[in-house]
């Protein structure tokens, strides 16, 4: 197997978002958000050409900062991969920076193994985020 490098940077927005106060502190909330995006820098690979990204996040947040995870799901012309992701929201930046592992393959991208960092800033519009990409992956 050839181990590949991956670098891709991605505008995000928000498609739903539901948060609920927890009221055990000020500012602590839970919340999930259901992202959707298009790719700003990708390079097509063995399953072709984009065509469409989604992620669900769960975020437990004190004043804006704390640790969040979920799952992405991007499908391509000829595969899908899903991955699971982790990290943590700074809320004084409002960064949001992670890791991802990919754990599932479809089509050209069954056996997929994959695995890197993230990074999460806020976009030039309300509801927008930029998401920058590293990591490598191999298919069996």
């Given at each position: 197997?050839?181990?590949?490098?991956?670098?891709?940077?991605?505008?995000?927005?928000?498609?739903?978002?539901?948060?609920?106060?927890?009221?055990?502190?000020?500012?602590?909330?839970?919340?999930?958000?259901?992202?959707?995006?298009?790719?700003?820098?990708?390079?097509?690979?063995?399953?072709?050409?984009?065509?469409?990204?989604?992620?669900?996040?769960?975020q437990d947040l004190?004043?804006?900062?704390?640790?969040?995870?979920?799952?992405?799901?991007?499908?391509?012309?000829?595969?899908?991969?899903?991955?699971?992701?982790?990290?943590?929201?700074?809320?004084?930046?409002?960064?949001?920076?992670?890791?991802?592992?990919?754990?599932?393959?479809?089509?050209?991208?069954?056996?997929?193994?994959?695995?890197?960092?993230?990074?999460?800033?806020?976009?030039?519009?309300?509801?927008?985020?930029?998401?920058?990409?590293?990591?490598?992956?191999?298919?069996?």
């Amino acid at each position: 197997m050839e181990v590949k490098k991956r670098k891709e940077i991605y505008k995000l927005r928000i498609n739903r978002r539901d948060t609920l106060y927890v009221d055990d502190e000020p500012e602590h909330t839970m919340m999930m958000v259901e992202l959707v995006g298009r790719p700003i820098e990708y390079q097509p690979g063995i399953a072709g050409e984009f065509v469409s990204r989604r992620s669900v996040t769960f975020q437990d947040l004190v004043g804006g900062s704390g640790p969040m995870h979920g799952y992405v799901m991007a499908n391509f012309q000829d595969g899908s991969v899903y991955s699971r992701f982790t990290g943590a929201r700074d809320g004084s930046t409002k960064i949001t920076k992670g890791t991802w592992t990919s754990y599932k393959g479809t089509g050209k991208l069954t056996g997929v193994k994959g695995e890197g960092t993230f990074k999460v800033a806020e976009g030039e519009r309300r509801g927008e985020y930029i998401l920058e990409i590293e990591g490598e992956y191999e298919v069996a």
